[in-house]
């Protein structure tokens, strides 16, 4: 019973400008909370059909194609456990000389032009062809995803005088292949894409990456 009329009491004489959240907003944070996957990630593993996934199949075609539309389907790319090992904004991949990131140039009907910026450690036209694939799965009504220009998929630029038009060197505009892993592949005839740029371990036991 003193337990009672002392809760009773302390909520008397707590100040109104100290309170609780209302249902809703512990309803938004709890919803918020428990989605942790990125659908990028759960459409290249083929979890949207399982409990695995907070998404559905549903979830995946977007319902309107717009620049809008595209811009967030680049950004759950780039942002997805996925896009740790390609894109320059993750520590993990900066760390390394991974610069690169995905722009949308323009939306022009069913044809997206796309902007590869920066240095990849994949070769460029694989960073377009999984933006490529991601694009028409989440927005079927993109029939086209090119890039400005043909030489943006090269990995490797020409440089020449300008007079003589003799070349004077090789630009390679990958990121450096810091631990040697990329050369090593190739070497055995291995694509190193296919694994990218970090040996499964670094991401722990607990992750998958099983690219598309």
């Given at each position: 019973?003193?337990?009672?009329?002392?809760?009773?009491?302390?909520?008397?004489?707590?100040?109104?400008?100290?309170?609780?959240?209302?249902?809703?907003?512990?309803?938004?944070?709890?919803?918020?909370?428990?989605?942790?996957?990125?659908?990028?990630?759960?459409?290249?593993?083929?979890?949207?059909?399982?409990?695995?996934?907070?998404?559905?199949?549903?979830?995946?075609?977007?319902?309107?194609?717009?620049?809008?539309?595209?811009e967030q389907c680049l950004?759950?790319?780039?942002?997805?456990?996925?896009?740790?090992?390609?894109?320059?904004?993750?520590?993990?991949?900066?760390?390394?000389?991974?610069?690169?990131?995905?722009?949308?140039?323009?939306?022009?009907?069913?044809?997206?032009?796309?902007?590869?910026?920066?240095?990849?450690?994949?070769?460029?036209?694989?960073?377009?062809?999984?933006?490529?694939?991601?694009?028409?799965?989440?927005?079927?009504?993109?029939?086209?995803?090119?890039?400005?220009?043909a030489e943006d998929l090269?990995?490797?630029?020409?440089?020449?005088?300008?007079?003589?038009?003799?070349?004077?060197?090789?630009?390679?505009?990958?990121?450096?292949?810091?631990?040697?892993?990329?050369?090593?592949?190739?070497?055995?005839?291995?694509?190193?894409?296919?694994?990218?740029?970090?040996?499964?371990?670094?991401?722990?036991?607990?992750?998958?990456?099983?690219?598309?």
């Amino acid at each position: 019973m003193l337990r009672f009329f002392a809760a009773l009491l302390l909520c008397l004489i707590i100040p109104s400008s100290i309170g609780f959240a209302p249902p809703s907003q512990l309803l938004l944070l709890r919803s918020t909370s428990t989605k942790l996957h990125n659908i990028y990630d759960d459409w290249s593993t083929d979890l949207l059909s399982t409990a695995s996934s907070p998404y559905t199949y549903d979830d995946l075609i977007l319902p309107f194609c717009d620049e809008e539309a595209v811009e967030q389907c680049l950004e759950e790319l780039m942002d997805s456990e996925y896009g740790k090992t390609m894109f320059g904004r993750h520590d993990m991949a900066a760390n390394v000389g991974i610069t690169g990131t995905l722009e949308l140039i323009s939306l022009e009907g069913p044809e997206a032009t796309l902007a590869l910026i920066g240095k990849f450690w994949h070769r460029r036209e694989t960073v377009l062809g999984k933006a490529a694939m991601y694009l028409n799965a989440r927005i079927p009504e993109i029939t086209s995803i090119t890039v400005a220009s043909a030489e943006d998929l090269n990995d490797f630029e020409e440089v020449t005088d300008e007079f003589t038009g003799e070349i004077l060197y090789v630009d390679d505009k990958r990121s450096p292949d810091f631990n040697g892993d990329r050369e090593t592949m190739e070497y055995q005839g291995l694509d190193p894409d296919v694994r990218g740029p970090f040996p499964p371990s670094v991401f722990g036991s607990g992750v998958k990456i099983i690219p598309t």
